[in-house]
């Protein structure tokens, strides 16, 4: 069974649609996270988000009965949702490598609504995009530049960089990274990470010359943040530039890696940007293989994934999915590194870095709760359950395509089921206020969502039946479009389509 909550129940949603109702892509609405100025982050501090064991409909209020546009005639824009939003743009050209660098800056603007409610005049940003190395291991031939589904496309960077400046014209951005094949400041310039591509910067920083000398932990450049609640350690060290940031943007690649099973925002950021000069291999190796144990089984990995974050939440996520790369997180050989490429056309993008992870993993196949960092946020923080995401875009079972792993054995499920659940929905009874809805699923269904006239109405957890009421006395006269969304847990879908005549 994929879904343990079982039997009928009754669902009241009594929403009024406003002009002022948000269709943004989410906010971390209680994700347990705090924000991170200056001194010690502790995990303690974190509040969890509402456990599944006592589930309930994620539906926000009506407008205030006192507000001026509490009783608009007509849904216009999407009602509130009370929870996280990740926003999917999918590009209609065949093939990746066609993605024209204007078409990436409409596709970043899609993705990024709500990238105003982050980022303000003044501050200072740190973008770190997902630059692991240039070359083939096994060959070391060059990778390519652009559209390789390895590294952050540069043209991925810049459609953030003038998206941000629009937001921050006066404050400072930094593009950081610590290649795990450098030097960084090399693999930066290969991939025209230079202010003759990316203009707007004020530092293209690599994070092995940017933290001082090699295994100095006083070094100004450095700042020692205390965990006490850490899974693994109880205290990390950070680049001070990016520690002290206000907004810290990550910008990776979708990627499966054998062990972690997805790579994403979450994971570029926590073993990207540890500084290579402390936890690198040597003083001229800045890869970060002996930082901590790669032995998926004792699951060090994630824990250090975990720690890292909670030290230093991640303010937003872009993700390049432009090619998408199964097999990762570099290429096994010269032939794989095409034959391993996805071709996946698509950037996502949200403000809650464990929200876009998870659909992330979806997206190329995998089962969620099957990777473990993802498994220590639900755990630890409440955070990660389905019924607190919206896809916004393009859904997720449109676009899925099954990545592979180098090493499946070393953990993670990939998803085999590619049918949404049952769905049988028809209206039961209506009057000039109310209209009830009945909708009955098998034991597959997960969530359920409803959409009046293509503007999103409500989600909550799915029952075998359900039997929902609407406020329909704001609606004007006519024909309206009530559409009926049902999710596995797998955000497999099945629709079905009402016509509502308002008299």
Known sequence: MKNKWTGPRQICIILLFSVL???????????????APSGTKDVSQAASSPSPQTPVP?????????????AVAEPNADAPFDGSTVCIVKSNKELASEITAEEIED??????????????????VVLKPNLVQMKVDSTGDLLDREVNGITTDWRVANAIVKRVRELNPDGKVYIMEGSASGPTSQVMEYYHYTPEYIKGVDDFISLEEDCGEWQDFDAPEVIKVDLPEGLLHQTYYFNRILYEADVLISIPCLKTSSGVVVTAGIKNVSLGTPPGN????????????????????????DQWIYDYYCAKPIDYVIVDGLQGFQSG????????????KMNMGVILGGSDAVAVDNICALCVGWDPQSVG???????????????????KGTFVDDLRKYFTIKRPELGGVQITDDQGPALSAEIISQDDSRLELSCHTDQDAYKLELYVDDYFYSSSLAEQDNTITLDISSFTSGSHTLRVIMYDRFLN???QSLELIIN
């Open 21 to 35: 109702l948000c269709s943004g892509c989410g906010q971390k609405t209680g994700n347990g996270i705090p924000e």
């Open 58 to 70: 994620t539906v926000s209020p009506a407008p205030a009965s006192g507000s001026a546009d509490a």
């Open 107 to 124: 596709m970043v603007r899609s993705v990024t609504p709500d990238l105003d409610t982050i980022v303000r005049n003044g501050q200072t």
């Open 278 to 301: 402390l936890y690198g291999a040597a003083p001229d190796n800045p890869s970060k293989v002996k930082m901590v144990s790669h032995k998926i089984v004792d699951g060090e990995l």
């Open 329 to 340: 997180p570099v290429p096994m050989s010269q032939e794989r590194k095409e034959t391993d």
């Open 373 to 391: 960092y993802l498994n220590l946020f639900r755990e630890n923080k409440g955070l990660g359950y389905l019924e607190n995401i919206r896809v």
């Open 493 to 495: 879908r099945t629709e």
